[in-house]
């Protein structure tokens, strides 16, 4: 949900959904679909070799073959018998939908872990926050001497969360479409539909791309090597699965099979925009782009169609990428007033985040809402206040029914807070708020101003002001908050709830923040599943939790004695080492040139830009991005497949394995054994709608 730490205006907008959405980030310098030379594929160690891209340059008179949607889709994989007249004919379940943004398999794994660990030096009597000494910590640490990661999992589902409990696990590819030229170094996909570049234009607004024979672009459903529009998932370049055993391997071995490529991830890589839309509504779309097609033309969200039949949303986040994509319509996730202008038409039930910057309902619509505007009657607007704590904000909302027709929208931080904070607080591996490692590495440059490495530069910060803690809700409680008012209404409801800050913490490659996020979402999941066993269970509800992309995180095997250790001796902040610069190696790298340069291997430019040194990795026994390319030398998203847990699916995800999907009507072939992101949107109408 963000992108390189280059522009450091790097916001991190809790837009919660729920607040769970906690966080949403970034800015997007690297995304803006810019044209240029393409980083080459291949492992460390030398020249690599260069695939050749053709653009997908294909052309018609006629560009669109046909619209497709989800319950068309349900319908040609025999999934339902008919499609409905009307979606407003049945009523089904409760549907909640769980993001972690940038909660790859990976991320998952580490919270899996550290929370066991945690439990477990709990009940030796081991402090978190402060560590052990003497014979408790030596009994302490003997306990965990030796502990691997084969004492926990090494793949699939995994256990140690709230969500993996759920009965159901699948693997989701990311594909995304790719329409002319790529970004320099294939950071990102490009930010383009066949109208252009989204930056210049609003929606719709510009003439059609033309190829060389002067007729209009049409979709090519294959993938880019192939000469198409599409970059599809690789077993062979990218492994079968997110843990496939090619990632793990040490150097001296690398890769294992030869047609296995450690920076097939590292390519053209969704964002948070795009990638949030096939959820919402079930389409393909490009970079930086929600709620619209490849045309630019407005697609209806699950979110919304839920409020047509009475149905509504609740939370979507205020509006960073992935809440916006639920209720807006935007070529370009940067349009401030597209964004502000899409939640006053749509007006969600339920909405929870951060108000700062852009990512905001406009303060017009906001004094609207204040008693005496002409909104105040349909709305509540609740706002972070040193008069009020924690444990009493939601109290206005206890006698509020949405079935009345009421709704709320509560902000936290920007000009609520007294530093400006653009994201909900979170805590770290000592499951506090304060004391971490802040980073902001110096960029070094040579005589012609280009640059040649990164200086670490690191303090102790606190995230959030120690004082207005106490007045600010924890990620649950938010998520309860939203599930007591939206359950009220009678006709059921679709909740989308994000935890924003494991992108956050992954782009600045910091574990003790990832590891405090997804503490938060694994609370957050037991309150859903708490609310669920007590309404209905799961044949009136149904869960879905998943990640909009990934990160390149890979886990060394004695991740858990590493983890253990530092908390032991009172330092579990320094399971992000102090040498972290939160600068974002290829974006540094690229803007010096190195994309363009094929004596070294990408990895290798990588390494020149990152900072921690191989003891920092031993110590903490992670490192971000390819192996060999230095801890902290990636930042950014990767375009590896994610996973989804979830239950009272009633087995529709399990249908769709391998199946492929449409774009504007063409037929895009599945990845075997996985699912995609537009079928769990499929799925979720499914239930919502009762089809």
């Known amino acids: 949900q963000q992108i390189p730490p280059d522009n450091l205006e790097q916001m991190k907008f809790s837009a919660i959904i729920v607040h769970a959405l906690f966080a949403g980030a970034g800015a997007t310098s690297t995304r803006s679909g810019g044209l240029g030379k393409r980083r080459k594929l291949g492992a460390k160690g030398g020249k690599t070799q260069k695939p050749e891209i053709s653009g997908g340059w294909n052309t018609s008179p006629v560009p669109i073959a046909g619209i497709d949607n989800s319950v068309r889709l349900l319908k040609r994989e025999g999934i339902i018998d008919a499609i409905p007249s009307s979606l407003c004919e049945n009523q089904g379940k409760n549907v909640i939908l769980v993001i972690g943004d940038g ?3 990976e991320m998952i794994r580490a919270g899996a872990v550290a929370k066991q660990v945690v439990s477990e030096l709990k009940s030796m009597g081991v402090d978190i926050s402060t560590g052990a ?3 408790l910590a030596a009994q302490a640490k003997a306990a965990f001497a030796g502990r691997t990661l084969s004492d926990y999992y090494t793949e699939g589902k995994g256990s140690g969360l709230s969500f993996q409990e759920l009965s159901e696990f699948h693997v989701v590819t990311t594909s995304i479409p790719f329409i002319g030229e790529p970004n320099d170094g294939n950071h990102y996909g490009p930010a383009r539909s066949f109208i252009g570049d989204v930056g210049n234009h609003e929606n719709g607004m510009g003439e059609l791309i033309l190829g060389p024979d002067g007729k209009p672009l049409v979709f090519d459903p294959r993938d880019i090597f192939k000469g198409g529009n599409m970059v599809l998932w690789d077993d062979v370049r990218g492994g079968t699965h997110p843990w496939d055993a090619n990632y793990f391997v040490e150097m001296n071995d690398y890769p294992t099979d030869p047609g296995f490529d450690p920076e097939f991830i590292l390519q053209h890589a969704i964002d948070s925009a795009n990638s949030a839309s096939s959820y919402a509504n079930g389409h393909k779309t490009g970079v930086n782009m929600m709620g619209v097609d490849l045309y630019e033309q407005p697609l209806r969200s699950i979110l919304q169609e839920a409020m047509t039949c009475g149905r509504v949303m609740t939370s979507v986040p205020i509006l960073h990428a992935t809440p916006a994509a639920f209720i807006t319509h935007t070529n370009n996730r940067n349009n401030g007033h597209q964004l502000q202008d899409g939640y006053r038409e749509t007006k969600p039930t339920f909405a929870l985040g951060t108000c700062a910057s852009r990512y905001q309902p406009s303060d017009d619509l906001k004094q609207a809402m204040e008693p005496g505007g002409h909104l105040s009657s349909e709305f509540t607007f ?11 904000f939601f109290t206005p909302l206890e006698n509020l029914d949405p079935d009345d027709g009421k709704k709320v929208l509560a902000c936290f ?5 007294s530093n400006g904070n653009d994201n909900l607080p979170y805590r770290g591996l000592d499951g506090g708020y304060t004391e971490r490692w ?8 040579d005589e012609d101003d280009v640059a040649i490495g990164v200086t670490p530069n690191s303090t102790i910060c ?9 007045n600010i809700p924890k990620m649950h409680e938010n998520t309860k908050a939203a599930l007591d008012f939206l359950g009220k209404d009678d006709d059921g409801f679709f909740l989308m709830i994000e935890q924003g800050d494991i992108d956050w913490a992954a782009h600045a490659n910091h574990m003790d923040d990832l590891l405090g996020a997804m503490f938060d979402i694994d609370d957050v999941v037991q309150e859903v599943k708490d609310w669920i066993a007590a309404n209905g269970g799961y044949e009136k509800n149904a869960l879905y939790v998943t990640a909009d992309h990934d990160h390149y995180l890979t886990l060394l095997s004695h991740f858990p004695e590493a983890v253990a250790n530092l908390i032991i001796d009172g330092k579990a902040k320094d399971i992000t080492p102090e040498n972290n610069s939160n600068v974002n190696a290829w974006s540094a790298a690229v803007g010096a040139g190195r994309h363009e340069d094929d ?4 990895t290798e430019h990588l390494e020149d830009f990152s900072t921690w040194t191989e003891e920092d990795i031993q110590r903490v026994a992670h490192f971000f991005g390819p192996r060999g390319s230095g801890g902290n030398g990636w930042g950014s998203h990767s375009s590896r497949p994610v996973v989804i847990y979830s239950e009272g699916d009633d087995g529709c995800l399990e249908a769709l394995v391998g ?3 449409r774009v504007l009507g063409t037929e895009v072939a599945g990845s075997p054994g996985k699912i995609d992101q537009v079928h769990v949107n499929a799925c979720m109408m499914k239930q919502l709608f009762a089809l």
């Open 103 to 105: 909660m790859g398999w």
């Open 438 to 445: 802040c980073s902001k590495g110096i960029v070094g440059k």
């Open 382 to 392: 609740l706002h972070q206040d040193p008069a009020v704590l924690a444990e009493d």
């Open 599 to 602: 004596s070294q291997s990408q």
């Open 659 to 661: 199946k492929g999907y």
């Open 462 to 470: 606190d995230h959030w002001p120690k004082e207005e803690l106490k």
């Open 133 to 135: 000494s003497g014979a």
């Open 413 to 417: 931080g920007g000009e609520y807070s």
